[in-house]
């Protein structure tokens, strides 16, 4: 018997042989349909995944906190037919078993974990700052790995090109705002503000819009920062935009102070009300804003 007839009779040998044969195959198979989730079944257990599933025009089948989401985010709006389940920290654990998901959604370091989850089905986290002080780019890669886990990749390909002409276009019908820095603030409550710092998504998207932040101090690893009111009064000679999110007994309660009435960009005329857009969102929320600094533009004190 020849030498090659006892290496392929050898069973450790031949089995050698046929892995070195299909690896290749192996891993270079398409991911299997049986292997995808059913994207009619996905739930978002946080804000920003909402915005990750929407933009590649899949409807989440549940989301958490839906009426604070209409206050805070608003856009893309929710159907009445999509499930709200609980809290976005303490989501109903028995009614997602009921829905039996596909796929869970949730934002890293917020909300249960993972392994909490577990029992209930798979799940995917998302960041929206990894450290780098660049959300947007992180926005990006997030909505480039989601689509890759539930297979329509041409989806992101498709959007993340529509995106960035969107940026171009509205970098020249915003030119305007490059005369003066700008200010981007909310209440929380009658004596503290939340302002939009470095960090921030609207920053990253000022910063290709070139439009520059009036706010200059330190912010969060979020990108915002929480000052008393008064803090404001040191903006001189800035743009100032109010993001409202349905407090409109707080707001009136404070504009009706002396003090506010004192402010800078209020005494100049140059403050502007501007409905709610969400501060730690992706793509979708990064086009709101433009577009909602457009109408500030265009409207009166």
């Not at 042989?17 to 994207?39: N, Q």
């Not at 990894?130 to 890759?148: F, H, I, Y």
Request: proline share 7%; hydrophobic share 45%.
């Amino acid at each position: 018997m020849s030498s090659s007839s006892n290496f392929y009779h050898d069973p450790l040998r031949r089995r050698l042989l046929e892995a070195m044969v299909l690896s290749p195959l192996l891993f270079s198979l398409p991911t299997r349909a049986a292997e995808l989730p059913d994207i009619t079944r996905i739930v978002a257990l946080e804000w920003l995944p909402v915005e990750l599933l929407i933009a590649l025009g899949v409807m989440p089948l549940a989301v958490a906190d839906i009426h604070n989401y209409n206050q805070w985010v608003q856009h893309p709006r929710l159907p009445q037919s999509v499930i709200d389940v609980g809290q976005r920290t303490e989501p109903n654990l028995e009614l997602l078993q009921q829905i039996k998901p596909s796929l869970l959604l949730l934002s890293k370091g917020y909300g249960p974990t993972p392994q909490k989850l577990q029992p209930i089905g798979p799940t995917m986290a998302f960041a929206f700052n990894d450290g780098s002080g660049k959300p947007l780019d992180v926005a990006k890669n997030s909505l480039q790995q989601l689509a890759t886990r539930i297979g329509l990749e041409a989806r992101a390909v498709q959007h993340l090109q529509q995106f960035e002409t969107f940026l171009q276009d509205a970098r020249s019908r915003l030119q305007d705002y490059r005369q003066q820095p700008l200010l981007l603030f909310t209440l929380l409550d009658t004596r503290h503000a939340l302002v939009i710092g470095h960090n921030s998504l609207f920053q990253a998207v000022m910063e290709r819009l070139d439009i520059e932040n009036a706010w200059q101090e330190q912010a969060n690893f979020w990108g915002t920062s929480v000052v008393g009111i008064e803090r404001l009064m040191a903006i001189k000679n800035a743009r100032a935009i109010y993001l409202d999110h349905g407090n409109q007994a707080m707001m009136d309660k404070v504009s009706s102070s002396p003090f506010w009435q004192a402010l800078p960009f209020v005494r100049q005329g140059q403050l502007r009300r501007m409905p709610a857009v969400w501060f730690y969102g992706a793509t979708l929320s990064a086009m709101r804003f433009c577009h909602l600094l457009a109408q500030a533009q265009e409207s009166k004190p």
